[in-house]
């Protein structure tokens, strides 16, 4: 019954390599975020879409790319893992215009 | 965009009402107060928000000043569950307009409810 799913919880991978992130939401929500909070525990938005259409990109290196198959999903891929890509990822959902963000557990990135 | 001024760090007693203050003097007349939370490896959850009048639901109570220069979010009976960093948060509109807005998260205040 979990409304925002994200699949892994935890990723350890090297740098350099290529990984993916998913995310499932089964509210019938139309928008869907990704967040990056680093290890200052700053919540940043990284990319919205909205019925799969891409509507927020933050500033965020092109190593980075969403994709969503289907308004419930929203995955992310990440070419070429720094470092500094170390962090805690939460996926979002919300019913369009009310703006009450639903969130995931969080996947927990650890680049070596 | 405005933007919110919370303390970094409260604590409550446990059964006692936990009232959080933030500061959003900048707030322009359409935008919302939004309050979340979030617990020690969690997502963050929402709570509460509200324009210009008090609101209230299950969780919390939502009181915004006449002014809307500030507001506070008020848990009425705060349990040890309740520990975590809350976030005030004003609602920031696409540049472009339209109906998809995106939420700026602060620091937050980190609530410690104690036995």
């Known amino acids: 019954d979990t409304a925002v799913s994200q699949t892994p919880k935890y990723l350890v991978t090297q740098m350099g390599n290529d990984k993916s992130i998913k995310c499932e939401q089964n509210l019938g929500h139309d928008t869907m975020y990704w967040y990056k909070q680093d290890s200052k525990k700053f919540l940043k938005i990284m990319f919205s879409?909205?019925?799969?259409?891409?509507?927020i990109n933050e500033t965020v290196p092109n190593r980075f790319s969403p994709k969503s198959p289907d308004k419930a999903h929203l995955n992310l891929h990440i070419n070429s893992l720094e470092l500094g890509d170390s962090a805690v990822y939460f996926c979002?959902?919300?019913?369009?215009?009310?703006?009450?963000?639903?969130f995931g557990a969080g996947t927990r990135l650890s680049v070596l | 965009d405005a933007k919110t001024t919370q303390p970094t760090s409260m604590d409550c007693a446990e059964g006692r009402a936990a009232n959080l203050p933030c500061n959003h003097s900048t707030i322009s007349g359409n935008e919302y107060v939004y309050w979340y939370r979030q617990i020690h490896s969690q997502g963050p959850q929402y709570i509460i928000h509200g324009l210009k009048n008090n609101e209230t639901n299950e969780m919390a109570s939502l009181i915004i000043t006449e002014d809307r220069k500030s507001s506070t979010l008020i848990l009425p009976h705060a349990t040890l569950r309740d520990t975590a960093v809350y976030y005030c948060?004003?609602?920031?509109?696409?540049?472009?307009?339209?109906?998809?807005?995106?939420?700026?998260f602060g620091k937050g205040t980190l609530l410690t409810v104690n036995p």
């Open positions: 979002a959902s919300s019913p369009g215009w009310k703006n009450i963000q639903y």
């Open positions: 879409y909205n019925n799969k259409e891409l509507i």
């Open positions: 948060i004003v609602r920031t509109p696409r540049d472009s307009g339209g109906s998809n807005y995106k939420l700026t």
